[in-house]
């Protein structure tokens, strides 16, 4: 089976990442530090960004987005849907 991943070097991808983390201070939100810092990068990302879907950083505040949405769900929610008929 041929993937996508097959061809990912590891070694580069780890001194890239160890780069990226170095300067985004970005990782799993595990805290509401964490969660702090998140919505602070991706408001940032925002207001650079704003609605060009071509900008390089556009898959950055996509996964950015996705981390605080899932956090939100899991930390904020004030109420479930499926209790409210």
Not at 4 to 10: A, H, K, R, V, Y
Not at 40 to 65: R, V
């Amino acid at each position: 089976m041929n993937t996508m991943s097959e061809g990912i070097d590891l070694a580069a991808l780890q001194g890239l990442w160890a780069e990226f983390a170095r300067i985004s201070c970005l990782r799993a939100l595990r805290s509401e530090a964490d969660y702090d810092h998140a919505v602070s990068l991706m408001d940032q990302l925002i207001d650079t960004i704003g609605d060009d879907e071509q900008h390089p950083l556009a898959g950055l505040l996509d996964l950015i987005s996705d981390l605080v949405m899932l956090y939100d769900r899991q930390h904020f929610a004030l109420f479930s849907l499926e209790a409210n008929p």
